[in-house]
């Protein structure tokens, strides 16, 4: 397969994901960068005492970088060429499901493939098993059971750009991150027909993406490990399907490992090759990168990380930490007083699915709880809503933060950390009330 263009997701149960035309997703872009939002004259917030209030467009939300434009990708935000990395403007995320053309882009190495012969690619497990395979990709369609699982796929580093300290890394807004339904095989069926041996201590996932530097160096290639004891390997799929369709080349065709409720930095693209290994993984890329400070919050400081006493452990081996987000309004425009508006966004955890979500429209003295959308599975994006109608002009603080099955809320206070991972504080959403639009 190559690069395709004009792929249009079909439904998936009862929820239709919306079609973009090229130039719809440039007016989403041009709104996300805001360069085509209507912003007030000199915006005086009415009933502010007079001062002036000029209401830019909230950049926070997502980077504020150019567009870019790819093969079978509308226009997204261009975090960087060599590795191409696109994050996903903020409006796409008011379908549940993101649509294939507006998914996030995330590479490490820049060579990446074009265009893949299924006729000559194989799925090779080799290592530790009892019996070294090589499948089709006719022998994964046609030889095992199909399976779906709906599920986000997040950056490690997604909202890296809100750190304080600042840290180097892809300076993500909140758009590294999408929800698609995964459709493929288990991956326990495969290692099971290979046979893990006795004492298996990991299994290592490694695809097509390669980079400039000699074999056998960090540079050289990608590859990422998970415990052969973890019992999120049961949850795996092979998929082969996004939303109902193909993968997108930039997301991993022909087939990606997905691992429900982890970060994407173990959803290995273009997978290839599957290695039982005897002993702990200690490549670079698990025990130099993508680490964790090992505590709860997953937080440090620069004092201790200098100290070099600081324990960590891989990201791959956690679940998320649970999330939500306001999808609107999204502050691009005045709110009418005594106008009933309907506040909406998205929430998931790695841990149990979502429980609740409360929205604070005060700046977090007094909260409600939101209605929650269908459920779509404990992996997935939860939709909630709430309605709302502002009484006053004025400036208005809104909050929101979402609890888990496990019972973990997000926190109101910030987290640092040297690879700017696993952010999840309470997200603010300022917006401006007047007596007219």
């Known amino acids: 397969m190559s690069y395709q263009h004009g792929a249009t997701p079909p439904e998936e149960s009862g929820l239709t994901l919306p079609v973009y035309s090229r130039r719809r997703a440039l007016q989403i872009l041009a709104g996300a960068l805001g360069a085509a939002l209507p912003l007030p004259e000199a915006a005086r917030a009415q009933g502010d005492g007079g001062r002036s209030n000029l209401v830019l467009p909230d950049t926070h939300w997502n980077a504020s970088v150019p567009a870019g434009v790819v093969p079978q990708k509308l226009p997204l935000l261009r975090l960087s060429d060599r590795p191409i990395v696109l994050e996903t403007p903020r409006p796409f995320f008011d379908s549940l499901l993101t649509p294939n053309s507006a998914f996030f882009v995330r590479y490490h190495l820049d060579v990446i493939p074009n265009a893949i012969d299924l006729s000559r690619w194989r799925l090779s497990i080799r290592g530790h098993v009892s019996r070294p395979l090589e499948f089709s990709f006719s022998q994964l369609l046609s030889?095992?059971?199909?399976?779906?699982?709906v599920a986000?796929?997040?950056?490690?580093?997604?909202?890296?750009?809100?750190?304080?300290?600042?840290v180097?890394?892809?300076?993500?807004?909140?758009g590294g991150m999408g929800n698609a339904r995964w459709t493929g095989v288990r991956l326990m069926d495969l290692l099971e027909r290979a046979g893990l041996r006795p004492k298996t201590m990991a299994l290592r996932f490694q695809g097509l993406d390669s980079?400039?530097?000699?074999?056998?160096?960090?540079?050289?290639?990608?590859?990422?490990?998970?415990?052969?004891?973890?019992?999120?390997?049961?949850?795996?799929?092979?998929?082969y399907q996004m939303n109902g369709a193909p993968?997108?080349?930039?997301?991993g065709f022909p087939v990606r490992l997905v691992v429900p409720g982890r970060f994407s930095t173990c959803w290995i693209k273009h997978l290839s090759w599957i290695e039982a290994l005897p002993e702990p993984d200690r490549s670079h890329w698990m025990m130099n990168a993508y680490r964790l400070p090992d505590n709860p919050r997953h937080a440090t400081t620069p004092e201790e990380v200098a100290s070099g006493k600081l324990r960590t452990v891989a990201a791959s081996d956690l679940p998320m930490p649970v999330r939500s987000f306001f999808v609107q309004p999204d502050g691009s425009s005045k709110l009418v007083a005594r106008l009933p508006i309907e506040l909406k966004g998205i929430a998931f955890s790695g841990s149990g699915g979502i429980r609740q979500v409360e929205v604070s429209t005060d700046g977090g003295r007094s909260w409600k709880l939101a209605r929650l959308d269908s459920d779509l599975g404990p992996y997935s994006f939860r939709g909630w809503r709430l309605p709302w109608t502002p009484q006053r002009p004025g400036r208005y603080e809104l909050r929101c933060r979402a609890m888990d099955g496990k019972g973990n809320v997000q926190p109101t206070e910030p987290i640092w950390n040297p690879g700017g991972y696993a952010w999840n504080m309470v997200e603010t959403q300022t917006v401006f009330v007047g007596e007219a639009a």
């Open 211 to 239: 980079g400039r530097s000699v074999e056998g160096t960090p540079a050289h290639s990608y590859a990422k490990s998970l415990n052969a004891h973890d019992p999120i390997l049961r949850e795996c799929v092979i998929a």
């Open 143 to 149: 030889e095992f059971e199909s399976v779906s699982v």
């Open 247 to 251: 993968l997108p080349m930039l997301n």
């Open 152 to 166: 986000v796929n997040q950056c490690t580093g997604n909202s890296r750009s809100r750190f304080f300290p600042r």
């Open 168 to 174: 180097p890394g892809t300076q993500w807004g909140n």
